[in-house]
């Protein structure tokens, strides 16, 4: 069975702490994504890699950076949380070409106090 | 620049009952269209995918699109609505790598 992880649930962390959100897929899959979900604006992304050590940047970056130093694992930084970050964060992989559909995590419901 | 809307924010049906969520799209060349679901407390699952070939595409637990070009249009259908679909569902449009989600549409199947 194809599984994307994410490292916590449920995380709450104090302003300005630095926060990792771990993401590991073990579908070999080329494309990983971060998404921030809030009601009513469905799902944001945040960041894209499409390879080992190569990113870009989605339509809402400020405030996060990523690391994907080995194929099967991307991480989201919050370099100083903020309570704005206070939301759900989802991961997803797909395989490279464009027809391929995602594969979710279960998500991370990070508090910002 | 690609986008979905998906117009209804929640869509109420009894058990037993067709259901329909609507989902219309806008993209440069052909689009690749997917629905996903969600339960409440996580993450989205797949559900079916429209690449090319037959407008009608079935995918799991029951449901069914029906792709309409002239239309834009990507709507998920299912004939007999179970208490169980309830959940939040999102269409999804990709004319490149990088997929664009609706909002999403709240399902509630009344008993």
């Known amino acids: 069975d194809v599984k994307v992880t994410q490292s916590s649930r449920y995380l709450v962390k104090r302003t300005g702490e630095k926060v990792f959100l771990e993401c590991v897929q073990d579908?070999?899959?080329?494309?990983m994504f971060w998404y921030r979900q809030d009601p009513g604006l469905g799902l944001r992304l945040i960041y894209f890699?499409?390879?080992?050590?190569?990113?870009e940047k989605g339509d809402i970056p400020e405030g996060y950076s990523v690391s994907r130093e080995k194929k099967e694992r991307f991480s989201l930084i919050l370099e100083s949380a903020s309570t704005n970050q206070t939301s759900m964060y989802l991961c997803?992989?797909?395989?490279?070409?464009?027809?391929?559909?995602?594969?979710f995590g279960p998500g991370t419901r990070l508090t910002v106090l | 620049a690609q986008s979905v809307a998906q117009p209804e924010d929640q869509v109420n049906v009894a058990e037993g009952n067709p259901l329909t969520v609507k989902c219309t799209y806008s993209?440069?060349?052909?689009?690749?269209l997917f629905w996903y679901v969600q339960y409440p407390n996580r993450g989205l699952q797949f559900l079916l995918k429209?690449?090319?070939?037959?407008?009608l595409v079935k995918g799991s637990y029951g449901f069914e699109a029906e792709f309409n070009k002239s239309q834009t249009s990507f709507h998920l259908k299912k004939p007999s609505a179970l208490v169980s679909d309830s959940a939040l569902y999102f269409c999804?449009?990709?004319?490149?790598?990088?997929?664009?989600f609706g909002r999403g549409t709240s399902l509630i199947v009344h008993p």
């Open positions: 890699s499409y390879d080992v050590k190569m990113k």
């Open positions: 429209y690449i090319t070939g037959d407008n």
């Open positions: 993209v440069s060349g052909n689009p690749y």
């Open positions: 997803a992989s797909s395989g490279r070409d464009t027809y391929n559909e995602q594969f």
């Open positions: 999804a449009v990709k004319g490149s790598y990088i997929p664009t």
């Open positions: 579908m070999d899959h080329e494309n």
